[in-house]
Nanobody
Framework: VQLQASGGGLVQAGGSLRLSCAASGRIISVYLWGWYRQAPGKQRELVASINNGSITNYADFVKSRFTISRDNVENTVYLQMDIVKPEDAAVYYC??????????WGQGTLVTVSS
């Protein structure tokens, strides 16, 4: 499975940004898609996930602000980021976990927040 994340950039605090993760390869084996983030000096943390049943899970710090979704036709996973805060600044990574227990990662896309 190959993942290509995009959509990062500079956003003002309170603004919105949409990240995209285009998937290719053995997608049929994937049952869980996710977005993680890593800020400088911090560990990578889960932001949101969505499974093949479209059940979503969010970290408390993004609930009611971020939305994860999938487009099965385009094989793309999105992260809609609204009411962005300065502490949301990080490199965002998309992930795909397959039925063999492997987690595949995209290359990361940088989100910078101006206050």
């Amino acid at each position: 499975v190959q993942l290509q994340a995009s959509g990062g950039g500079l956003v003002q605090a309170g603004g919105s940004l949409r990240l995209s993760c285009a998937a290719s390869g053995r997608i049929i084996s994937v049952y869980l898609w996710g977005w993680y983030r890593q800020a400088p000096g911090k560990q990578r943390e889960l932001v949101a996930s969505i499974n093949n049943g479209s059940i979503t899970n969010y970290a408390d710090f993004v609930k009611s602000r971020f939305t994860i979704s999938r487009d099965n036709v385009e094989n793309t996973v999105y992260l809609q980021m609204d009411i962005v805060k300065p502490e949301d600044a990080a490199v965002y990574y998309c992930s795909a976990t397959d039925g063999f227990g492997r987690t595949h990662w995209g290359q990361g896309t940088l989100v910078t927040v101006s206050s």
